[in-house]
């Protein structure tokens, strides 16, 4: 009996070990990548005369299933849906950005910033974009961000006004 029970020992030894190494490996799968969330906040810097404006811009991202790991921006890219975009790179998540005016045209000079997050498995975000001027900031579809009075609309307190004079932003 005892033979018996040493060979049914030994039948189900050598099967167990046989089949662990023949099962096919079963794959586990992979989370589906989830796009990171981009948001931008701004502020004029404060330089702003009539011939340029300064706009500061920045931004933070959160990544549901990884970590934010890059952040790509443009400014004013092309408009034309085959055309390259000039895309910079930067783990930075502020950047001041100075902009030509010609206080003499007969309409204001809007410029376009883009920026994307990029996930630790390359995928990036939403494309968030700004419409910005030397008066506010909009989204496109004209939804307003931030609106700033026409530098001629305004009227200074008095130690305002003299600071700016000295300055040289503004005239007597």
């Known amino acids: 009996m005892s033979g018996i029970l040493f060979c049914h020992t030994?039948?189900?030894?050598?099967?167990?070990?046989?089949?662990?190494?023949?099962?096919?490996?079963?794959?586990?799968?992979?989370?589906?990548?989830?796009?990171?969330?981009?948001?931008?906040s701004h502020a004029p810097l404060g330089l702003s005369e009539p011939s340029f404006y300064v706009w500061t811009?920045?931004?933070?991202?959160?990544?549901?299933?990884?970590?934010?790991?890059?952040?790509t921006y443009a400014v004013d890219p092309p408009v034309a849906s085959d055309a390259d975009t000039a895309w910079v790179r930067t783990t930075r998540t502020e950047e001041t950005l100075l902009f030509a005016n010609d206080p003499h045209a007969d309409r204001v000079t809007a410029h376009t910033?883009?920026?994307?997050?990029?996930?630790?498995?390359?995928?990036?975000?939403?494309i968030e974009t700004l419409i910005l001027t030397p008066y506010g900031v909009s989204k496109p579809g004209g939804e307003s961000a931030v609106s700033l009075p026409r530098s001629d609309d305004l009227t200074p307190a008095p130690s305002l006004h003299a600071a700016l004079r000295a300055l040289g932003l503004v005239a007597s």
């Open 57 to 71: 811009l920045r931004w933070s991202a959160h990544d549901p299933d990884g970590r934010v790991v890059a952040y």
């Open 10 to 40: 030994a039948i189900l030894l050598f099967v167990s070990i046989w089949t662990t190494g023949h099962h096919p490996r079963v794959p586990v799968p992979m989370a589906v990548n989830q796009r990171p969330i981009v948001q931008v």
């Open 113 to 126: 910033f883009v920026l994307k997050a990029i996930d630790d498995r390359g995928l990036a975000s939403a």
